[in-house]
């Protein structure tokens, strides 16, 4: 049965002879158009520039030749692959009137040859084939994504900036601990707010001061790593105002009652909401496919075997849950998914117990979707009091 929201083939009858079909192969310098025209047997195919003007001129000009040969082109749909370019293109073409679609690229069939030629042009012959064949309502030709606002695209922004932030305040650490362990220093603890200082009294094993170029890099870092930690203070600060400012607001309102949960913080919270729970997701399947939570399997005659995870989906999502199942089995020891894990791991072998963390980090989402999106609080779980 069709979902509403399936995204894997089209829910609308295409009518060839009325509707301009159009792939873009998007480059940084320029773009490359391609077309089925009503009418016309040749494929135009156009480059142009980073221009959304120009494409719009040159799809209305497509469609003024098909008119010309009897055809009214009563749809004009366009196609292009998620990339670089994100989905602002779909959002101002869809303003005029125009279908935009922006395709999985890891959903489109390519050739298996070891060596297969790939050209621009090559690229959108393949796109052509599998948008024309998503239009029909044909299964398994492509996978479109779902294209969001402005303001759903912009509330991403303060938790992937936040993980930026966090990566770069890892690599600064590590940077100045291997530039001290190279000198003998190794208990220095670039994290402390009195570092700075501690800094200027370091000394080397043989008693001698720190050079004056490594300490000079040093003291950049150390400013360096100041700054970033500042930066986070204000993403992390800034969320917490947004969710006291507007805690009505259905997302608001989701990462409020997901906080409840014990073990659950607000840096978690937000990142499912805004990654994985506003989405208009079917059903649990959907979920835990969307997260990469399910597994690949390699079947062919006699061969049975599971390849791990298909790490198919949002990859922040897949992270994130994997080190909240490990901090679920310390902060709810007492849950159903928690006494359901020790019972399957009962042999105590590593192999066993990283395998079915996953499973844990399944169930514990699905869980969550469930709460944050309908309220139904599991049995066992734990859930503080609302403020």
Known sequence: ????????????????????????????????????????????????????????????????????????????????????????????????????????????????????????????????????????????????????????????????????????RTRIINRIKGALARLGIRNFKPILRNAPKLLETLGTPEGAALPPNTLAELRRDMARLSFVKQQIKEVETGRIERLQRAPGERGNAMVRLLTRVVGVGVETADMLVQEIFSRNLRDRKAVARYAGLTGAPDESGKKRRER????????????????LAWGF?????????????????????????????????????????????TGEVPEGLAIRAAA
């Open 1 to 168: 049965m069709r979902q509403p929201n399936d995204l894997s083939r089209s829910l609308v009858a295409l009518d060839q002879d009325s509707t301009l079909i159009a792939v873009i192969e998007m480059g940084q310098a320029s773009w490359l158009v391609a077309g089925i025209v009503p009418g016309v047997n040749r494929h135009p195919l156009k480059k142009i520039a980073t221009d959304q003007e120009q494409l719009l001129q040159v799809l209305r000009r497509w469609a003024k030749e098909a008119e010309t040969t009897g055809r009214m082109i009563k749809r004009i749909a366009v196609a292009y692959e998620a990339g670089r370019d994100g989905f602002w293109l779909a959002r101002w073409l869809r303003a005029r009137g125009v279908e935009a679609y922006v395709i999985h690229p890891s959903s489109v069939p390519v050739s298996r040859e070891h060596r297969r030629a790939k050209t621009d042009r090559l690229d959108t012959e393949l796109l052509k084939r599998a948008f024309l064949g998503w239009l029909r309502g044909e299964p398994d030709h492509c996978s479109m994504a779902a294209i969001p606002t402005l303001t759903e695209e912009d509330a991403k922004r303060p938790g992937r900036e936040r993980e930026s932030l966090v990566g770069e």
């Open 329 to 373: 089995l310390v902060h709810q020891p007492d849950s159903v998914l928690a006494k359901w894990y020790r019972a399957r791991t009962a042999d105590a072998r590593g192999v066993t117990r990283k395998t079915m963390i996953v499973a844990l980090a399944r169930k514990l989402l699905i869980v969550l979707w469930r709460l944050a999106t």
């Open 308 to 323: 791990g995870l298909a790490k198919s989906g949002n990859a922040r999502v897949r992270r994130g849950m994997l080190q």
